[in-house]
């Protein structure tokens, strides 16, 4: 019981701080999609880069944090592994990141909105937005499924990968 409780650890912390670096992702996104949408009226290829730009930003985040962080303990390790560096590891953690940030914003809204409904009688656009805009408890319900279901992804990944 104790081994299992400490495998679901891994996942969880991961989860949870892809979920830190996807708050930072929408706050980024906040600022730059009026700057954007701006663009796009005068310079409709360049605000297409821009979108792709900030479409991937999270994996270029993530690879980098990964390969500084893998860095700094290779550092403090004392005796040398022989292991390649963290360079394409590194692009993986980023890919998957990204991933596992879409797919759980994608899965944990249906759930969400399997858990609460839009109302039957409004089945209008107004309706979704209400039920997705109004955030009492269903914050936490949202955070907590996302984190889930972005937990299950880590350790679908880490047992397919045998760690």
Same mark, same amino acid.
Request: proline share 6%; net charge neutral; aromatic share 12%.
């Given at each position: 019981?104790?081994?299992?409780?400490?495998?679901?650890?891994?996942?969880? /912390?991961? @989860? *949870?701080?892809?979920?830190?670096?996807?708050? $930072?992702?929408?706050? !980024?996104? &906040?600022?730059?999609?009026? %700057?954007?949408?701006?663009?796009?009226?005068?310079?409709?290829?360049?605000?297409?880069?821009?979108?792709?730009?900030?479409?991937?930003?999270?994996?270029?985040?993530?690879?980098?944090?990964?390969?500084?962080?893998?860095?700094?303990?290779?550092? /403090?390790? @004392? *005796?040398?592994?022989?292991?390649?560096?963290? $360079?394409?590891?590194? !692009?993986? &953690?980023?890919?998957?990141? %990204?991933?596992?940030?879409?797919?759980?914003?994608?899965?944990?809204?249906?759930?969400?909105?399997?858990?609460?409904?839009?109302?039957?009688?409004?089945?209008?656009?107004?309706?979704?937005?209400?039920?997705?805009?109004?955030?009492?408890?269903? /914050?936490?319900?949202?955070?907590?499924?996302?984190?889930?279901?972005?937990?299950?992804?880590?350790?679908?990944?880490?047992?397919?990968?045998?760690?």
């Amino acid at each position: 019981m104790k081994h299992a409780a400490r495998s679901l650890l891994s996942p969880l /912390l991961s @989860a *949870g701080l892809l979920y830190l670096v996807m708050i $930072g992702f929408n706050v !980024l996104a &906040a600022a730059v999609v009026p %700057w954007l949408l701006e663009l796009g009226e005068s310079a409709p290829r360049l605000a297409a880069l821009g979108w792709l730009g900030l479409f991937c930003s999270p994996i270029a985040f993530v690879a980098i944090v990964y390969r500084a962080a893998h860095g700094v303990m290779d550092h /403090l390790d @004392a *005796g040398d592994t022989g292991r390649p560096g963290p $360079g394409m590891a590194s !692009l993986w &953690a980023g890919l998957f990141a %990204w991933f596992a940030m879409f797919f759980a914003s994608l899965a944990s809204t249906f759930l969400f909105l399997a858990i609460f409904p839009p109302p039957v009688d409004e089945r209008s656009f107004a309706a979704l937005a209400h039920v997705v805009l109004d955030v009492r408890l269903e /914050l936490g319900v949202h955070v907590a499924l996302w984190v889930g279901v972005a937990a299950l992804l880590y350790h679908v990944e880490k047992r397919a990968r045998g760690s």
